[in-house]
Structure formats: structure tokens, C-alpha cells
């Protein structure tokens, strides 16, 4: 049985005769090491604070250690930003679509909530920087 499927995949495959022991072993290092640069070489290192902007000024640093509640005056009312150890979220926002609240729970750096009506964000950040192309 096994016989007839090797001389199968033989057929279907002519180019795995051609392929050595040492060649599939290569293979096999190769994706254990591509495996695992993955955790490694993608991580953007741990929380530290929330910085909340209002137009563009950054109206506060917090950092992610204790909880913690800021609000946020802008145009169309307040925007309430909470902080939890290691992430932060918008609780509530004026602006009409709630995009910012729907966000939820922020916990990486470089993630970020934009309440655009208001013009209030709320970014992550950490102790290395974050790859724009890769955020969002």
C-alpha cells in the first residue's frame, strides 16, 4: 500500500525523486526558523502609557500601571478615556458613529482610536516603535 503510493506521488511529482534527504532537512530549518522569527522580530515590546491628543496637542501621558479615568473636552462634548493596567480604551464619545468606542480594549503600541467629530485620539504607546505600514 505504501509502495503504491510512493510510486504515485512518483508519477504525479516527477521532480521529488531529484530531491535529496539533506535538501528536505534544509526545508524543515527553514521553516522552523522562519517559525520563529515571527514572535521574535515582529513585536513592538510591551505598553507603557496612553497619550491622549485634543486637535493635535497632547493633552496627556498616562501610564498604564493603575486605572485611571480622563475626560476629554472638544467640540462635541466630552470623551472619556479609561485606563486599566496594560491597556486603555475610549469609554464614551459624543460623536455620532462611536467608531472610537467600538474600538475597545487598546494593549499594543501603536494601536490607536480616533474620534474624529471630537478630534480627540487616544494612541499606545511603548518602548519601541511601531511599523505604520503595519498598524492600520
Known amino acids: 500500500m505504501a509502495r503504491s503510493v510512493l510510486l504515485a506521488s512518483a ?12 535538501d528536505w532537512l534544509v526545508l524543515l530549518l527553514a521553516t522552523v526558523l522562519t517559525a520563529a522569527s515571527f514572535p521574535l522580530l ?9 497619550v491622549v491628543r ?12 493603575a486605572p485611571r479615568t480622563l475626560a476629554v473636552s472638544g467640540p462635541l462634548g466630552t ?25 475597545g480594549w487598546l494593549a499594543r503600541p501603536g494601536e490607536m482610536a480616533l474620534c474624529a467629530p471630537n478630534r480627540v485620539s487616544l494612541t499606545i504607546a511603548g518602548g519601541r516603535g511601531a511599523y505604520d505600514t503595519l498598524a492600520y
Not at 508519477?11 to 539533506?22: I, N, S, T
Not at 485606563?83 to 474600538?103: H, K, M, Y
Open 79 to 103: 470623551t472619556v478615556i479609561a485606563v486599566e493596567r496594560g491597556r486603555a480604551r475610549v469609554a464614551s464619545d459624543p460623536g455620532p458613529r462611536q467608531l472610537c468606542v467600538r474600538q
Open 54 to 65: 485634543q486637535d493635535g496637542q497632547v493633552v496627556a501621558e498616562l501610564a498604564l500601571t
Open 11 to 22: 508519477a504525479a511529482y516527477p521532480w521529488l525523486r531529484l530531491v535529496r534527504p539533506g
Open 42 to 50: 515582529w513585536q513592538k515590546g510591551a505598553a507603557e502609557r496612553a
